[in-house]
């Protein structure tokens, strides 16, 4: 046997096929088509996006800055949250750096053989990347002030 032959694909990399962190804009199409399998019957997706405001006050932009383990334990919730659901393949990615009212700081999606399990899944895995991956979000405001989101 050849030792030069490429290593089996692991469960974990089919189910999740899509993980990353990045500087540039976000593609849609790219996390649809890290998902695109004839065998799911449904596919969800969430788009989470820099609004104008917050806590009452205008928001002019923001900075996301990432730990240097946060792509680590991206792809660790991933691969978390795909092992509790049955056949649930899972793509996320995340901007970093300086980001504008209406880009897309967060793309996730699920895809499985039916709806439900695609939702919830879904849900799980933005949830948990909130609450887990060490990314944090400077806001400025319109008014000059400024917070700290997501820090320890």
Do not use: N
């Amino acid at each position: 046997m050849a030792d030069d032959a490429p290593p089996p694909e692991s469960p974990a990399a089919h189910a999740v096929p899509l993980v990353d962190l990045r500087e540039t804009a976000l593609e849609v199409e790219e996390v649809i088509a890290a998902l695109d399998d004839d065998t799911s019957g449904g596919l969800t997706l969430f788009i989470g996006r820099v609004r104008d405001h917050d806590h009452g006050k205008g928001v002019s932009g923001l900075d996301y800055s990432a730990h240097p383990t946060a792509l680590a334990k991206l792809r660790e919730v991933c691969e978390s949250v795909a092992g509790g659901y049955d056949g649930v393949r899972l793509a996320a990615v995340h901007r970093t750096g300086r980001l504008a009212i209406g880009d897309a700081a967060v793309v996730v999606a699920a895809s499985s053989t039916h709806r439900g399990l695609a939702f919830e899944a879904s849900r799980a895995l933005i949830d948990r990347l909130k609450a887990e991956v060490p990314i944090w979000k400077h806001q400025v405001f319109s008014d000059g002030t400024d917070e700290w989101v997501g820090t320890p």
